[in-house]
């Protein structure tokens, strides 16, 4: 383990979980919700506001980051941390999502991969150790072991052999790691949705030795009823006494859903990106200010909620800079939208310490069924 970074489950209903994972930079209270700030800015927030929504840890991405403003640029600056004005626990992911993804002209080798940025064309190279020192130069509090992520549809056997290569390269991860007090290492575990390939890659990490472990290649595309279907069994795959993350989720029934199984971690963009395009999350179901049956009304987007867009604005209000295209709709739907997030992990957190998660998940599915106020 990590010198200076633990983790202290307190208590459990059913797989549920929650508890403490200490790091030097501050504790982080689980189930936890991570913020996604991509290029080192959770768009539209300033970091004191992120924190304010109930925040203690953000996600910033490697690959993005080697790209611009570059790694060895911000190390020079003084880090992440200082770079962004955020003095909490950071977790960066490895970048191999976002080189499936984004990146173009893709030459994949036992090495690593070899691409092209999508930003001007420029010439990369992405392998185990380089994200490690990526991510080392960005001083990331949590750093995520490089994997591959086949692009779905995928067979069987292309789903296992990516499996394969990825353990292969979380032990270079791992080695490339070194021994660095203070900054924990977490493997990701693959396998697609077959039960034998994940419980492969779960005994290939725990083999290995991490800080915690992702259950990843999931969130993508394969539909939620199958993403269940999965973490009905995988996070068992992992030691109890580590923390696990679902990379990459989600909206609010794929969380409550996803801590009912047993999961500690999660991250989207989608709190944020839905507040730019005038989603708004509440605990009846989403919100759409666009609309036109918002031009009128004074109530707020949810008469329950505490953030600054719900206590100082009216849905008109929210409705009319959506349609100017004012830079404060985006800011304040992203605030309401981050605040829901981590106000419904606080509420996950309290029902399993008080062993009525049953009560609190049926609720939370009650007012959704309900769905949104009627306009006046």
């Not at 490697?62 to 003095?87: Q, S, V």
Request: net charge neutral; hydrophobic share 40%.
């Amino acid at each position: 383990m990590a010198s200076g970074f633990g983790f202290d489950l307190k208590a459990t209903d059913g797989a549920a979980r929650t508890g403490v994972i200490h790091t030097p930079r501050g504790d982080i209270r689980t189930p936890a919700f991570m913020p996604v700030g991509t290029a080192a800015t959770v768009k539209a927030m300033l970091p004191e506001s992120v924190r304010a929504t109930g925040a203690d840890i953000l996600l910033g991405n490697t690959y993005h980051l080697m790209l611009r403003p570059t790694a060895e640029r911000i190390a020079r600056l003084g880090g992440l941390h200082k770079f962004m004005n955020w003095d909490r626990p950071i977790l960066t992911d490895s970048g191999g999502f976002q080189v499936m993804s984004l990146a173009s002209l893709r030459k994949l080798t036992e090495e690593g991969v070899r691409f092209s940025s999508h930003i001007d064309g420029s010439k990369h190279m992405l392998s185990p150790e380089r994200s490690m020192e990526i991510q080392k130069l960005l001083g990331s509090d949590i750093v995520m072991c490089f994997d591959e992520c086949p692009a779905l549809p995928a067979t069987e056997a292309e789903v296992a052999k990516s499996m394969a290569l990825s353990m292969r390269w979380a032990q270079r991860s791992r080695d490339a790691f070194g021994d660095r007090p203070g900054h924990a290492l977490f493997g990701i575990m693959q396998g697609g949705v077959t039960r034998d390939l994940r419980e492969e890659s779960a005994k290939a990490l725990t083999a290995i030795g991490f800080d915690g472990y992702a259950v990843g290649g999931l969130a993508v595309g394969e539909g939620q009823e199958a993403m269940f279907s999965v973490l009905d069994y995988a996070p068992g795959f992992l030691p109890a006494d580590k923390p696990r993350y679902l990379m990459g989720v989600g909206k609010p029934d794929d969380i409550v859903g996803a801590v009912e199984r047993g999961i500690d971690m999660m991250d989207c963009v989608l709190p944020s990106r839905s507040g730019r395009t005038g989603q708004a999350w509440t605990r009846r179901g989403q919100v759409n200010i666009k609309n036109a049956r918002h031009m009128d009304d004074p109530r707020p987007l949810d008469e329950n909620c505490t953030c600054p867009a719900c206590r100082s604005y009216s849905r008109a209000y929210l409705h009319h800079v959506f349609r100017a295209q004012e830079m404060i709709s985006g800011m304040l739907l992203t605030w309401h939208n981050l605040h829901y997030y981590q106000e419904l992990m606080q509420g996950l957190r309290e029902a399993i310490a008080a062993g009525r998660l049953a009560d609190f998940v049926a609720a939370f599915h009650a007012a959704r069924a309900e769905g949104d106020i009627e306009p006046l």
